[in-house]
């Protein structure tokens, strides 16, 4: 009996999800099967080479391996021709020479060579037999717009998702859920992870039917980059793959999405252990462009508490942790709107005060030289009515003194000239009066304006101290 056991390097993979003792025990049937001699069974196992190293994790296997390892060499140039051509002419199809030549040429030392290869010719052949299927031709045009060989799995890859997203583009961000979780690493390191449906329901958040349409799609058949089968309908235990991981080095969008997921691991991570400090009264809260990036990633992810049970951490803290530092940035600019809030109106009321002041000032001043116009002119009319009255009485007495040299018209004139200086001298005291009162008048007024003056001082240099203080507090 010959048991043939091809990629065996799956069980690697197949050991992370369902468990070290069954793998275990598939290999030890094994060797049990190839070491006892009861029945003639010959076990061949293929993989990849550099997963030989792995043959260590279970005893016996590695030595079992070592005992009878054959390494495959590389297909020469003329094997590569008869896998391009041999193919073909069985189902009665040809192969343009050109072509040949180019995808021999294009084959380099790729790992992926090979499935990139009749990932290549698949599509070819469906192009061919769409046009002719009696004949079909492959042609280097047809492969030339396909991408050639690195680039015609991609290209296939972003027409299915295409396919899927018409209409409906909320199901890219599903598709790209979907195969960062089927996906392992990054870069070179990156290898297919095993999930279960009921896992890719929670990190994508979607119900089961929006799984199946982007996983459907991509498993129909004459696609099969996923697996299982299309004829297998999806169920919350079925076990997602990715058909092969040429698909992860191959297909750019992938890589775009795995290097995102990359990111937003790490970011997670740094957010988390921040958080443990926190907890721990060691950190304080995030705030500044810290806060702002964190906040942003949220936003940007959605992360759930299955996506990031894949990279460990308290997902319940991180997110109480984003929570409360952004409650307490909140808080603080409250608090500091408040504050330029009262300096404005502090500012205002200093600005205010200042107008009125010199407002007061203007009308204090312009009350006073009122008065002392007021004064002048009082001053001025008693001043020539004074004149009038002396005028007078110096013309009567000189008449007197014409018409009468008597002694009687002496004495009278006489009476009249000392009136006459009575009259000049209380009109001299009235002037003097009117100054006085002015002069008092002009005192008060300015005192007056001194003391507003004054009062709008420190009414100013208040108010700036209060402006300060809030200056101070912030």
Known sequence: MLILVDQFEELFRYQGLAGREEAEAVVAVLLESARQDAVPIYIVLTMRSDFLGRCADFDGLAEAVSDAQYLCPRLSRDQIRAAIEGPAEVFGGRVEPRLVSRIVNDMGTDPDQ?????HALMRLWERARSLDTNAPQLRLDDYEAEGG???????????????VTRGRPERADTARRLFCLLTEGEGENAVRRLARVSEALEVTGGPLGEIAAVADAFRAPGRSLLMPAAERPLAPDTILDISHESLIRQWQELKDWVRGEAVSAEQYREIERRARRWAAGSAAFLD?????????????????????????????LVMRFLDESRARRDNADAERREQERRIIVAEEAVERQRVEAQAEQRRVALVAAEERAFAASRLARRTRVGLMVMSVLLAIAAGLAWWGLDSAREARYQRIKAESQRVEAEMQRGIAEDAAKEAQQQKAAAEQ??????????????????????????
């Open 149 to 163: 060989i690195k680039g015609s799995l991609s290209r296939h890859a972003d027409e299915i998702l295409a396919e």
């Open 114 to 118: 090979l499935p990139l290869m009749q």
């Open 288 to 316: 500044g462009t810290d806060l702002d990036g964190a906040l942003a990633w949220r936003e940007r992810e959605h992360p759930t508490a299955p996506w990031a049970a894949r990279y460990g951490g308290d997902f319940a």
């Open 449 to 474: 304006a001194e003391r507003v003056a004054e009062a709008q001082k420190e009414r100013a240099e208040r108010l700036a101290d209060e402006l300060r203080q809030a200056l101070a507090k912030k």
